[in-house]
């Protein structure tokens, strides 16, 4: 069997919570957001799409572009949100 010559890395999908009038989390990774009206849903809508975008990426022989991630300048001191990490 043939190695792949660059191996594929999942990152640990850092996201953040934003509560205004609802909840939307965005997995800065994969530069996805979900949003539903409790945190809960908010974060399973996440899990839930995160988990779709790698099993199409992986399915079609995309690995190099999976890890897709936010642009850095939009996430300020000035934005109102809480990081969590989970996985």
Same mark, same amino acid.
């Given at each position: 069997?043939?190695?792949?010559s660059?191996?594929?890395?999942?990152?640990?999908?850092?996201?953040f919570?934003?509560?205004?009038?609802?909840?939307?989390?965005? =997995?800065?990774?994969? *530069?996805?957001?979900?949003?539903? %009206?409790?945190?809960?849903?908010?974060?399973?809508?996440?899990?839930l799409?995160?988990?779709?975008?790698?099993?199409f990426g992986?399915?079609?022989?995309?690995?190099?572009?999976?890890?897709? =991630?936010?642009?850095? *300048?939009?996430i300020?001191?000035? %934005?109102?949100?809480?990081?969590?990490?989970?996985?």
């Open positions: 069997m043939q190695q792949p660059n191996p594929f890395n999942l990152p640990m999908m850092l996201t919570l934003e509560s205004r009038n609802g909840h939307l989390v965005h =997995s800065l990774d994969f *530069d996805i957001v979900s949003v539903a %009206t409790t945190e809960h849903e908010a974060w399973e809508k996440a899990r799409c995160g988990k779709g975008y790698v099993e992986l399915s079609k022989g995309w690995p190099d572009y999976i890890a897709f =991630s936010a642009p850095q *300048d939009k300020t001191p000035d %934005t109102n949100s809480c990081v969590q990490n989970r996985s």
